[in-house]
């Protein structure tokens, strides 16, 4: 079983620059894309982030140049976010998918003050 886990949201200020974290448990193949995504309260979740195990990254017109998405190994990705704004505001999930199979995380909350 695959559990993700994110950390480091939180109330954060307008242009502020807080990094989530996401760790990966379980059998976890080298071989997968790990995602950030944010859903805001009546939207869709969206896609803000991706990278692969090759490091190939995609990001969200919204958050270029604003955001980095990293990953330390198989397991581990990061996201540091750059003067953030409060349209960036919502719960950011972290995605693992590979061979087909898509796991979640519980989200990590990020309410961005003006």
């Known amino acids: 079983q695959v559990q993700l886990v994110e950390s480091g949201g939180g109330l954060v200020q307008a242009g502020g620059s807080p990094r989530l974290s996401c760790a990966a448990s379980?059998?976890?193949?080298?071989?997968?894309?790990m995602s950030w995504y944010r859903q805001a309260p009546g939207n869709e979740r969206e896609l803000v982030a991706s990278?692969?195990?090759?490091?190939?990254t995609n990001y969200a017109d919204s958050v270029k140049g604003r955001f980095t998405i990293s990953r330390d190994n198989a397991r581990k990705v990061s996201l540091e976010m750059n003067n953030l704004k409060p349209e960036d505001s919502g719960v950011y999930h972290c995605?693992?998918?590979?061979?087909?199979?898509?796991?979640w995380g519980q989200g990590t909350q990020v309410t961005v003050s003006s």
């Open positions: 379980g059998i976890i193949s080298a071989m997968n894309v």
């Open positions: 990278i692969t195990n090759g490091g190939a």
């Open positions: 995605k693992l998918m590979r061979f087909g199979l898509i796991y």
